[in-house]
């Protein structure tokens, strides 16, 4: 076998054992970080997950997951003031709060990021992502009256999924 052979075999070697690294790394380590609306959560249905410092409406609650360092959240901030606008007001008490992930951001700068982008809550906590019961962010939670999760959407959403939370949100208080 010449050198040359020896060389391109060791060469085929170090790329299968790094494209299986890399593989496996992002496969089985890496955190979700959102962007995806492929794998929503499974939370319907369940009682909605917050710290219990956070307000909660009569009426409903929103819930949004995200994180200051997550760029489909930056991304989403038009939504999410959207919504805030949207929310229902006057006899339907709707709260909408922000969560982040706790294994990446604090209260404070959680608040510090929202109020950077213009968007004011009722309400900012952190908790484990695995505790809210959602694989990433941002996510978007709506609750009911009886503190349920009855719709759950994750990632940066396409314009007819945000037509969607929208029209969820303006009708939470339709019972009424």
């Given at each position: 076998m010449s050198s040359f052979d020896k060389v391109a075999n060791a060469a085929v070697i170090v790329t299968a054992v790094v494209v299986i690294g890399l593989n496996g790394y992002h496969r089985f380590i890496e955190r979700p970080?959102?962007?995806?609306?492929?794998?929503?959560?499974?939370?319907?249905?369940?009682?909605?997950?917050?710290?219990a410092s956070l307000p909660l409406g009569r009426s409903g609650t929103i819930e949004l997951v995200v994180s200051k360092g997550c760029k489909y959240c930056t991304a989403s901030m038009d939504l999410y003031r959207r919504l805030a606008a949207a929310?229902?007001?006057?006899?339907?008490?709707?709260?909408?709060?922000?969560?982040?992930?706790?294994?990446?951001?604090?209260?404070?700068?959680?608040?510090?990021?929202?109020?950077?982008?213009?968007?004011?809550?009722?309400?900012v906590g952190t908790m484990p992502l695995a505790d809210l019961g959602v694989p990433g962010t941002p996510t978007i939670i709506l609750g009911d009256s009886a503190k349920i999760v009855r719709h759950a959407w994750v990632g940066q959403l396409e314009r007819n999924k945000e037509n969607e939370v929208l029209s969820a949100v303006q009708s939470m208080c339709s019972g009424l």
């Open positions: 970080k959102g962007g995806s609306v492929t794998d929503p959560p499974r939370v319907v249905g369940r009682p909605l997950a917050l710290p929310k229902p007001v006057g006899a339907c008490d709707v709260k909408l709060i922000a969560v982040g992930p706790s294994e990446r951001d604090t209260s404070g700068e959680l608040r510090d990021y929202l109020h950077s982008k213009g968007l004011r809550v009722d309400g």
